[in-house]
């Protein structure tokens, strides 16, 4: 059973930085495009970052482009949000997702697999 799990979440202040990891069990994600997407309160799911299959492509939402960067790991079947500079409106639950294919996406239909998502809390 495909089971992901999300971690680095935290109450931080603004201008802080924090570590997302999301670590992939029960098969080898190795050849699929991974995801980050985020959910505030009251709002939509929105796409923050992908990455293809070999790490080489990258495509981020326009919001967190420049303070925001993904990375994998494919020994360890682990994706990486990096996240620098953040603000108040980074407050959200972050959810990593992997992609039907080796590809990078913006659009949650495109991605398979879910965590259950972290909770990142950033306090002006």
């Known amino acids: 059973q495909v089971q992901l799990v999300e971690s680095g979440g935290g109450l931080v202040q603004t201008g802080d930085s924090l570590r997302l990891s999301c670590a992939a069990s029960?098969?080898?994600?190795?050849?699929?495009?991974m995801g980050w997407f985020r959910r505030a309160p009251g709002k939509e799911l929105e796409f923050v970052a992908t990455?293809?299959?070999?790490?080489?492509?990258?495509d981020y939402a326009a919001s967190v482009k420049g303070r925001f960067t993904i990375s994998r790991d494919n020994a360890k079947n682990t994706v990486y949000l990096q996240m620098n500079s953040l603000k108040a409106q980074d407050t959200a639950v972050y959810y990593c997702?992997?992609?039907?294919?080796?590809?990078?996406?913006?659009?949650?239909?495109?991605?398979?697999?879910w965590g259950q998502g972290t909770q990142v809390t950033v306090s002006s």
């Open positions: 029960g098969r080898n994600f190795s050849e699929n495009g």
């Open positions: 990455i293809n299959w070999s790490g080489y492509s990258t």
């Open positions: 997702a992997v992609a039907k294919g080796p590809f990078v996406s913006r659009s949650d239909r495109d991605f398979g697999s």
